[in-house]
């Protein structure tokens, strides 16, 4: 058995204290493969966006641990880059400066060869490429469609070349059909890039149509329910969503979701409110 | 017969209705112009004494003997002397004082509540505090602006950076950003339109403490002026240094928004 990528074990994670104490995660275990893309679905409060924030060192666990390549993670870092739903581009910075932010670090100037700079210059310009930005190189980011700032999230996200790449609900704020092409995008990404993946997202379809692994969580506390082993195919297709083994596990997976969600339609609430209508 | 059934483009009564860029000059105008005519109006009768209310030809008179006779440019130049000079210094020190503030918790927790409470004082009940510790030099007037200005400043500017969007300081930490970068390259950066539009908001403010200001032992200066008219009963010479100081904060106003749209072109963008 390889090793894992990232290593979850008995993870917790309490907010607050006292009257306001929640337990936001609880005994959390997961192991993530290296190049594997793993989804996080769950109704909401499920911690699916805390556990990702735990993986990237923006919020700190207050049990149990996790590992990235054995080592324990000590806060945020660069191998592990954050693409977030929005308003995390530079508004200041035109779109290039923005997927070069890196490059201003003192972490991307360290030990660096003449080779090494213009190395990195090339990859901008590949990564722009990429994400079918080319002519919009010297564009302000509020001159773009969502989408477009979200290609220019990821490719930001990329340029350091991060090993794992973490992506909070990145396709929330878009609608269904820019959705789509991100979708197949971020596959394309993903090949190429060759990133762990670790992605939270609301929409199952989506879930089911990234993932190797959908990992379905279940609020208070939250933890993990289900992990689903996703029956398709490597590569993706948008006509897959169609086939019986999709929809499915798609089903499948809603049903659960309403299960855990600890919301029900209450009948007898609703024959109230008819009889008010009709007296 | 109705001339069409398609509904008319709503006129300029609509709520939030359209306004062509003439009819929003036409009605500058109007508002511009109707209170000087008002005022032309009340002052031309013989009802109304001179001394009570002087007339716009009278005021216009004694702008005028002022420029010629009593050196009005040495009157308007120490006082945006004092006017800028404790509007910077307020402004030099808030600066990074609201950086760590909007930035690190115990700074705010420190000095936030303080903040709040000083700022509720009255400036003009610190002058005598001001000759006792400054003096009554120049400085002395400085610094009642400076006091004037500078707690309002700090908490404003204090608000601007914790505007910041959070995700924006999340991404620059996840491309490995240090404590330090993320608050020059990130944090100050993102912080920055907002902050000079706390800037030009507080130049006005500080204009509207320089009468008090001046009360402190001067003899020069438009606010000093319009004390001494005061006491001769020169009512139109009032009327010249109140409008005056308001054309002043107007042109820097208007000063500060050209830096705004130069300094931060992507905010101007036509859609």
Not at chain 2, 23 to 52: I, M, N
Not at chain 2, 106 to 133: K, N
Not at chain 2, 185 to 193: C, G, T
Not at chain 2, 219 to 247: E, M, P, W
């Amino acid at each position: 058995m390889t090793k894992p990528k990232i290593s979850i074990q008995q993870v917790g994670k309490v907010f607050g204290e006292g009257h306001h104490r929640v337990e936001a995660l609880k005994d959390v275990s997961l192991d993530i493969a290296d190049n594997e893309f793993v989804t996080f679905v769950g109704a909401s409060g499920c911690g699916k966006s805390t556990l990702l924030r735990i993986i990237g060192g923006l919020e700190y666990h207050t049990a149990g641990e996790v590992l990235v390549d054995d080592r324990p993670i000590m806060g945020p870092g660069a191998d592990r880059a954050m693409v977030f739903q929005h308003y995390s581009l530079y508004p200041w910075l035109k779109v290039m400066e923005n997927i070069k932010f890196s490059r201003r670090l003192k972490h991307g100037r360290e030990n660096l060869s003449e080779a090494d700079v213009e190395a990195a210059s090339g990859r901008a310009d590949a990564l722009l490429a990429l994400m079918g930005l080319t002519a919009a190189a010297e564009a302000w980011p509020n001159q773009l469609s969502g989408g477009m700032q979200q290609r220019v999230a990821i490719a930001r996200a990329l340029m350091g070349r991060p090993e794992i790449l973490l992506m909070d609900e990145p396709f929330g704020a878009l609608d269904a059909q820019t959705r789509e092409v991100m979708h197949d995008l971020i596959l394309h990404v993903h090949r190429l890039e060759k990133p762990t993946l670790a992605f939270v997202t609301h929409d199952v379809e989506e879930a089911i149509y990234l993932a190797d692994r959908v990992v379905l969580m279940a609020p208070r506390p939250g933890r993990i329910d289900t992990i689903y082993k996703v029956p398709l195919p490597a590569e993706r297709e948008q006509d897959m969503k169609h086939t019986p083994e999709f929809l499915s596990l798609k089903k499948e997976i809603l049903a659960r979701i309403r299960e855990t969600s600890g919301m029900k339609t209450d009948q007898g609430m609703l024959d109230q409110l008819n009889m008010q209508e009709t007296a | 017969m109705p001339s069409s059934t398609r509904p008319r483009r709503p006129g300029m009564w609509a709520i939030r209705g359209p306004l062509s860029r003439r009819q929003y000059w036409l009605f500058a105008a109007l508002g511009l112009l109707a209170p000087l005519g008002l005022w032309w109006l009340a002052s031309s009768g013989s009802t109304v004494d001179k001394v009570f209310l002087p007339g716009p030809v009278d005021v216009f008179n004694r702008l005028v003997t002022w420029y010629t006779e009593d050196d009005l440019m040495s009157d308007m130049g120490i006082s945006i002397y004092r006017v800028t000079t404790g509007f910077l210094f307020s402004a030099v020190i808030a600066l990074p004082l609201a950086l760590m503030i909007g930035t690190f918790r115990p700074v705010q927790a420190v000095l936030e509540p303080l903040t709040d409470f000083i700022r509720y004082m009255p400036a003009v009940a610190f002058i005598p505090l001001v000759m006792l510790w400054v003096g009554i030099e120049e400085s002395s007037k400085i610094s009642i602006i400076f006091i004037g200005t500078f707690f309002q400043m700090v908490l404003m500017m204090a608000e601007d950076v914790r505007r910041v969007p959070l995700a924006q300081i999340e991404a620059a930490q996840t491309m490995g950003a240090q404590k330090g970068e993320t608050i020059n390259l990130v944090i100050f950066q993102a912080a920055k339109p907002a902050l000079l539009d706390t800037l030009r908001v507080t130049m006005g403010w500080a204009w509207t403490y320089l009468v008090v200001a001046e009360l402190v032992a001067a003899n020069s200066g438009l606010g000093y002026s319009i004390l001494k008219a005061q006491r001769f009963l020169q009512t139109d010479k009032i009327f010249v240094g109140i409008i005056l100081i308001g054309l002043i904060g107007l042109v820097m106003d208007q000063l500060f928004r050209l830096a705004h749209r130069k300094a931060f072109p992507w905010l101007y963008l036509k859609s």
